[in-house]
């Protein structure tokens, strides 16, 4: 005997049968529950056994009486993982440690910094002999 079809209950017979959410379907009648729209096996999301197109599928929206175990460990877990976290905790860890600023290495860096800086040059300008400013003559 053939089983009846979950939309229309008319009985489908094997060459427009689809087998899909544990039921039986015309090929016609697997559409969805919202649109109607038709639906293939590769279009289709299944909930409470019947189908949803894509954008129709309806989703789960946790309240506060769904703070279940796996719920909770769920949230801890993104907590953990979360870059805010991370860096405070980077941070804390920095403050533990203090740097060690007199190998070798550090020192050829500030010997190059003092000479690539402007510094020596931002000092007040030798005085000329005569005890007179330099003027300064722009010609155009």
Known sequence: MNP??????????PVEKMNCLDKSWH?????????????TMKTYKGYDKK?????????????????TP???RCQQQ???????????N????LKKFTPVSDDPET???????KQYSQASYA??????VSGKPYETVLHF
Not at 4 to 13: F, I, L, P
Not at 78 to 88: D, F, G, I, P, T
Not at 123 to 128: I, K, R
């Open 4 to 13: 009846k079809c979950a939309r229309c209950d008319k009985t489908v017979y």
């Open 27 to 39: 090929k016609g009648c697997f559409n969805c529950e919202v649109c109607k729209i038709k639906l």
């Open 51 to 67: 189908p949803y197109c894509n954008a129709h599928y309806p989703t789960t929206k946790f309240t506060a009486v769904a703070d």
């Open 70 to 72: 796996e719920n909770k």
């Open 78 to 88: 993104q907590k953990r993982q979360s870059n805010l976290e991370y860096q405070a």
């Open 90 to 93: 980077y941070r804390e860890s």
């Open 107 to 113: 020192r050829r860096v500030q010997q190059n910094q």
């Open 123 to 128: 000092q007040a300008p030798p005085q000329p």
